[in-house]
């Protein structure tokens, strides 16, 4: 594990305030980077065959539109979601497939540059030396900083996925419990939330 802590201060109205950022950069390497290729290739053919599914689905519903009612529109927006869910999703494994098989050579790169690099150098200046010291933590910084993204947009797609579980629940009644119920109580739900949000924004104003 690569990190990097940050420390910054600040004189505030004859004070000083610190602050800190710790960056992290994890590399995959061995037996782990294998299992993590597997199950990544595992999950890009199942995206890939449930967006096949959904455009045999799209065409079979567009041959149908003039026949089509209501319901048939609603397929094709529920469809044209789960299309750009599954395609964003493509995206981001890909992306990270590559960011982490990388990893691993990025590490010994980076790690290697910092041991190797030569301080005690005489025909080299020591601004020349702290500049080129400087680009290669900043070089690090990016991968730690695509790396945090990876995982911010990672974190969105678990997420949205996880909903759409839950929202394809509804296919059955006896397991569109979630579903059900939110619906039953979404109106109870909504008010009492207003009243929370107005009784503990009331507290923190005259806190």
């Known amino acids: 594990i690569t990190s990097r802590l940050t420390v910054t201060f600040a004189a505030i109205d004859s004070s000083v305030q610190g602050d800190f950022d710790i960056q992290h950069f994890i590399p995959l390497m061995g037996d782990d980077l294998a299992d993590f290729q597997v199950i990544q290739y595992l999950i890009i053919c199942v995206q890939l065959l449930l967006f096949v599914d959904n455009l045999k689905l799209f065409r079979d ?22 299309c750009t869910i599954q395609i ?17 050579a990025k590490t010994e790169e980076y790690i290697g540059n910092l041991q190797r690099f030569d301080w005690s150098d005489r025909d080299t200046s020591v601004e020349t030396k702290k500049e080129n010291f400087r680009k290669m933590m900043d070089t690090l910084s990016q991968s730690m900083e695509d790396g945090r993204v990876l995982n911010t947009i990672g974190l969105a797609v678990a997420m949205v996925i996880f909903m759409r579980v839950i929202m394809a629940t509804n296919a059955h009644p006896r ?33």
């Open 175 to 207: 397991i569109a419990l979630i579903t059900s119920t939110f619906a039953v109580a979404a109106s109870d739900m909504i008010h009492f939330s207003m009243l929370f949000f107005l009784v503990l924004w009331g507290f923190a104003i005259i806190g």
């Open 61 to 82: 519903i567009w041959k149908s539109w003039g026949y089509a009612n209501m319901k048939v529109s609603y397929d094709i927006i529920i469809l044209a979601i789960d």
């Open 88 to 104: 964003t999703a493509l995206t981001f494994f890909g992306l990270a497939s590559s960011f982490t098989i990388e990893s691993g």
